[in-house]
């Protein structure tokens, strides 16, 4: 193999590909780079895999100016991931050069070069996708969104596997994204447009969720290719140049539509950045505690915010311009689950339903998407702690 590469396109897409590439695996091929020169589809592709998923990445041999590739003689190579890394980003100049015999690739950049051992290729295991499932499109942008509004919502425990994933779920031509601890829970949907399969659900990974969203180019031009499959979800743009594979988690995702109030005895409406500030100010009492509790009275023209700790001292704060449908109720909450909550939205006012003290609040903003549950702190233990159906619903 011998091709000369665009030194900013690599670094670019090795930068990419190092997402992909585990600190610590028990598989050794995983700890590379794959390198293929195609000279019959005039392009460079790299892959990098790890226990959760995958990357493939296209650089094009387009023949003249900036072409982040040319390819003087096809074939291919296998090398050290992080070792390859951090030679690349360190090389002088804007071309560089790869040059393999055998298992041996020589790098050459400005003055510097590089006699590097690796594997042979054909050990390197790439990732298999699912064959069948559904496929649809999407706008990077709206993807984007969906995955950043429910991901902080996952659990990051083991205890319960499947909470560490988000539900991915599409009916007809609605995708639908869902994630909770136990504690509180985020919801998106989605029009999209579906071009063959039918209704698929899949659990993902959060994690490998979040590498997918700081791969996605923040473009409401650039459309993705989502194909979920039972146990996967492939995702590629860019004219097909990058696709990104992730690995399904097994098991029953819970019933969460038995715990999300339809109905309220109390709703409210609340400015957003007003009580989102208030919130952060009242953190600086109650943040170091393990449950960052405060008390939140919701009244029909005011929300009142108090906290305390022991070793700190005690703190009182004040949302104004609230309007309400009854009398004042008290709730304590994680004041980090709601802030969480209230950066899901971009509103200038949420709506908050309430259906009783011991029951989770629901906050959404009006004409948006997006729902978030919070359930009150005073209940997390007997709500929070799932049975074997998923949920355990309010008593209430």
Known sequence: ????????????????????????????????VLMKADSANDRVELFAVNPDGGIRLILPDRGFGDSPAVIEQAGQCALDGRTLWEIVRKL????????????????????????LHGMSPETFVPWATENGGTTLQIHARDLLRMLDRTIYAAAKSDARPTLTGVHITVTGDHLAMEATDG??????????????GQAVDVIVPSDSLSRLAALLPNDDDEEVELQLGRTSLSA?????????????????????????????????????????????????????LDSSVAQFTFGSDRLDLTAKSPDIGHVTDQVEGVTGNSGAILLSFNVRYVMDAL?????????????????????????????????????VQEIGMPDQNGLTPSPI
């Open 343 to 379: 950066r899901s939205v971009s509103s200038d006012h949420v709506f908050v339903g309430l259906t009783g003290v011991q029951s989770a609040a629901v906050v959404r903003a009006d004409g948006d998407s997006v729902l978030s549950l919070i359930l009150p702190m005073r209940q």
């Open 92 to 115: 002088p100049g804007d071309t560089v050069s790869f040059r393999t015999l055998g298992t041996v690739t020589t790098i050459k950049a400005g003055k510097a070069t590089y006699d």
């Open 236 to 288: 590629t743009w860019s004219d097909k140049d990058m696709q990104v594979n992730l690995r399904g988690l097994e098991g029953r995702y819970p019933d969460t539509t038995r715990i999300i109030p339809t109905t309220f005895t109390q709703e409210f409406q609340i400015p957003r950045q007003a009580w989102l500030e208030a919130c952060d100010r009242v953190l600086t009492i109650c943040g170091r």
């Open 183 to 196: 504690f509180r829970l985020s919801r998106v949907d989605h029009s999209v447009s579906v071009d063959e």
């Open 1 to 32: 193999m011998h091709v000369v590469f665009h030194k900013e396109s690599l670094t670019k897409a090795m930068r990419d590909a190092m997402r992909f590439v585990p600190n610590t695996t028990t598989h050794l091929y995983q700890k590379f």
